[in-house]
């Protein structure tokens, strides 16, 4: 369970995307996708896909956010790629393609 100091994005997007997918949007709607306007909470978010993100991507985002603090958590890789399967599954049935969220 994530602790309630923790600022996460609001539903239903739990995986931004911002630094793999959604980058042309500009940094206004990256600061957006969090609820807290509270200074004392810290904010962050869970998008499994940054684990592959170039390291140009990695050395601008410490530029931009120089304190940040990155966490990585490894999930055991069968799981991980089970529910991967598992999701795309459920997003074709719903018609969605690779990359789309339904957000209903």
């Known amino acids: 369970k994530i602790p309630s100091a923790v600022g996460l994005p609001k539903y239903p997007m739990k995986e931004v995307h911002f630094w793999d997918w959604n980058r042309y949007k500009g940094l206004g709607w990256y600061s957006q996708q969090f ?55 459920q997003n074709d049935l719903r018609g969605l393609k690779p990359g789309e969220f339904d957000t209903q």
């Not at 909470?41 to 990155?70: D, K, N, Q, W």
């Open 35 to 89: 609820a807290s306007t509270n200074n004392n909470i810290a904010l962050g978010e869970i998008t499994p896909c940054y684990m592959a993100l170039p390291e140009h991507h990695i050395y601008e985002i410490r530029r931009l956010f120089p304190s940040v603090r990155i966490v990585f958590l490894a999930r055991d890789l069968v799981d991980r790629a089970w529910s991967a399967m598992i999701m795309e599954l």
